[in-house]
């Protein structure tokens, strides 16, 4: 029994090195030179330690980098997409959970069946369309197709369906309608699964850049993940130290999201784990 224990750290360990390496590697390369980030003698650690990289990006140079406007973007992104899916995929969830509609077996199905479907096939249908409404190069195009999401849907609907009716009709007998019984009991009480579902939507948001990268021309409104695109390919291109030290900048915010909010996280893992 210690000697399996031994191995499942030993395991743990060894996977953690193999995820947090590249980031110490991008960390690392931040504060290095252009020469010795292209030098053929592999350093871990800067040997001339620079803050040219991120004064660069900062203070500006011989390029030009929107980098406020960039991480407004991206927080504002963000931020109002995951709203948008708490509150669109928690009412979807309480009204096939808690409530009599027709066909909900059905609807159910479909949002499990959508979550099948590559998102990638979606990615032309819904560009033309933003395209016919002329919203490319706005926030609407860069924050309504992450709005719902069939995901968030499966996670509450688990949690509201296990929640006991006994207490929602308590509610109902004091006066309480459907909509007081979803804002007053249900969601103060999946306080951990919805902030599981921000977390991964906050980090899926920000994260992604094919969409930003496509559906967004003008410099100033595209996102950190996208900037870090554009730089890749553009004034960034032999400048691998002020590239690392971007994609450094565009990585911090989601790691400081989920530090943030982990004890939530491995709550809501332990709430869905046991039945109530």
Known sequence: MKSLKIFYVLLATILGIIFILPMLWMFSNSFKTDVEVMSPVFH????????????????????EVPIFRWMFNSFFV???????????????????????????????????????VPGIISFLPQYLNFSNFNLINTYYVLI?????????????????QSFPNEIIEAARIDGANKWQVFTSVLMPSSISIVTTLA??????VFNDYVWPFFTVTDLEMRTLTAGVAVMAT???????????ALATLSTIPTLF???????????????????Q
């Open 78 to 116: 963000g931020f109002a997409a995951t709203l948008l899916v708490i509150l669109l995929d928690a009412m979807a969830a309480y009204a096939l959970a808690k409530l009599d509609i027709p066909f909900k077996r059905t609807l159910f199905a479909l949002f499990v069946g959508s979550m099948m």
């Open 234 to 244: 553009g004034s960034f291109v032999q400048s691998y130290g002020k590239l690392m």
């Open 199 to 204: 977390i991964f939507t906050f980090m899926g």
């Open 144 to 160: 309504l197709p992450y709005s719902g999401g069939a995901l968030g849907v499966f996670m509450l609907i688990q949690f509201f």
């Open 44 to 63: 871990l650690f800067p040997q001339e330690f620079t803050w040219d990289n991120f004064h660069t990006i900062f203070v500006g140079g011989d390029v």
């Open 257 to 275: 999201i989920f530090l943030i909010g982990q004890r939530q996280f491995i709550q809501s893992i332990t709430a869905t784990g046991v039945k």
